[in-house]
């Protein structure tokens, strides 16, 4: 099997920045994508970033030029770093890995999420 866990949530105040951290582990032979998802409140969960293992990038629209995904392939941990966050960036990020177990079959597996809070 294959663990995901997410850290680096918290509190931030309007315009400040976070870095969230997300960590796979197990039984693992190789991971494609790895990316970011989040859920606020009342609303569908929607894509935030995602990043190949040759680290081609995508980006909601919404977070484009205030976000960079990146990733260490060797720690197979990816990263988010938050610039310029705005009250609505509030919400539980998640972190996605599809992941293969066996060279023959892959599968998406998800952390528990962290939370994300922009106020003031």
């Known amino acids: 099997q294959v663990q995901v866990v997410e850290s680096g949530g918290g509190l931030v105040q309007p315009g400040g920045s976070l870095r969230l951290s997300c960590a796979a582990s197990?039984?693992?032979?190789?991971?494609?994508?790895m990316g970011w998802h989040r859920q606020a409140p009342g609303k569908e969960r929607e894509l935030v970033a995602t990043i190949t293992s040759g680290g081609s990038t995508n980006y909601a629209d919404s977070v484009k030029g205030r976000f960079t995904i990146s990733r260490d392939n060797a720690k197979n941990t990816v990263y988010l770093q938050m610039n310029s966050l705005k009250p609505e960036d509030t919400a539980v990020y998640y972190c996605n890995a599809d992941a293969s177990t066996t060279p023959w079959a892959s599968s998406s597996y998800w952390g528990q999420g962290t939370q994300v809070t922009v106020s003031s």
């Open positions: 197990g039984n693992i032979f190789r991971i494609s994508a």
